[in-house]
């Protein structure tokens, strides 16, 4: 039981330390990358392959620019 | 071209080096003041484990993670390197509009001292000082090893992107001996922009590739990307001044 307990301490921890490392304050920027490049794999197999690319190269910039406006206007806020 | 098989990768070496430039700087702000406010010896002590435990780091998942089948990894990869890449401009892009204060050397120096300091002097081993000069150097260099592992790993070129950062480590380490305090001098938000629009373009390329984009003119899409990365982020600062 102990062992259980400091095994699931470490994993929960690491978990943590990842999410704030990969994700930290921007988890705007994480989750539309995933739902974009989900949404360019469908477009590749089902359409043009090539449009996928400036399907997502197009939202890259607008999840940048909707990320930078985000944090303008909480800083602004403050 | 850029970044194929066969060519030298001149970005991914450029990459690699501006990251570990920027980070190392960053860690040597913690490691100076480490070294001032309690001992050299231990700073250096926290600052060697830290670099072993990072190449540990990199010897164990750099070849692990060639083993990984090629469309998996460059989605995941290309995925971690876009989100890395877009966070990095996001700041790069809030610093250079003056909506966030420009990363200041000066202050991390002396509210790290001011710490060290409060906590008192050290009862034999000075384990707060081994600790805090460890973490300082192990956390930001934990991003150059994600950059290495990531973008080393996609062209079979981990070595080329090891040696790139090591580089980088080295020359901060030489410079740092010399002036033995914090470098305030480094271009550091142009550096991190150079390096976002790096990894950014290099996450587009791959994770697209990934998931069944295929690029007109191949390798070659890259340096566009690249470009128009750039471009993109020069009119985001403009619009973001205003």
């Known amino acids: ?78 | 071209m850029l970044a194929t098989t066969t060519a030298f990768p001149y970005a991914l070496v450029v990459a690699v080096f501006l990251a570990a430039l920027v980070e190392m700087v960053e860690a040597l702000t913690i490691v100076v003041a480490v070294g001032h406010a309690r001992s050299w010896r231990s700073a250096l002590e926290g600052t060697g484990l830290a670099l072993a435990c990072l190449a540990v780091l990199v010897a164990i998942v750099g070849p692990a993670i060639s083993h990984v089948p090629l469309t998996p990894l460059r989605v995941v990869v290309g995925a971690v390197l876009l989100v890395f890449g877009l966070q990095w401009l996001r700041k790069a892009i809030l610093r250079a509009s003056g909506h966030k204060a420009l990363h200041d050397e000066d202050e991390i120096y002396r509210a790290t001292v001011a710490e060290l300091r409060a906590a008192g002097e050290p009862v034999g081993r000075d384990r707060l000082a081994v600790v805090t000069s460890f973490k300082g150097v192990f956390l930001e260099g934990l991003e150059v090893v994600i950059m290495v592992v990531t973008l080393g790993a996609q062209r079979h070129q981990i070595l080329i992107a090891t040696a790139s950062a090591a580089t980088a480590t080295v020359l901060v380490a030489i410079v740092g001996a010399i002036v033995a305090k914090q470098l305030n001098n480094v271009p550091e938000n142009f550096m991190k922009a150079t390096v976002g629009v790096l990894l950014v373009s290099y996450g587009v390329f791959w994770s697209g590739e990934g998931v069944g984009v295929q690029w007109p003119h191949g390798d070659v899409m890259l340096l566009a990307i690249a470009v128009l990365t750039a471009a993109g982020v020069w009119v985001q600062i403009q619009v973001a001044r205003r």
């Open chain 1, 1 to 78: 039981m102990r062992v259980f307990r400091v095994v699931a301490t470490a994993v929960g921890g690491t978990g943590r330390f990842l999410w704030d490392f990969l994700v930290g304050d921007t988890p705007e920027i994480f989750v539309a990358v995933c739902v974009t490049l989900a949404g360019v794999a469908l477009i590749s197999r089902h359409h043009h392959s090539s449009l996928g690319g400036w399907v997502l190269l197009v939202a890259a910039f607008l999840i940048l620019s909707a990320s930078v406006t985000k944090a303008i206007r909480t800083s602004t806020r403050k």
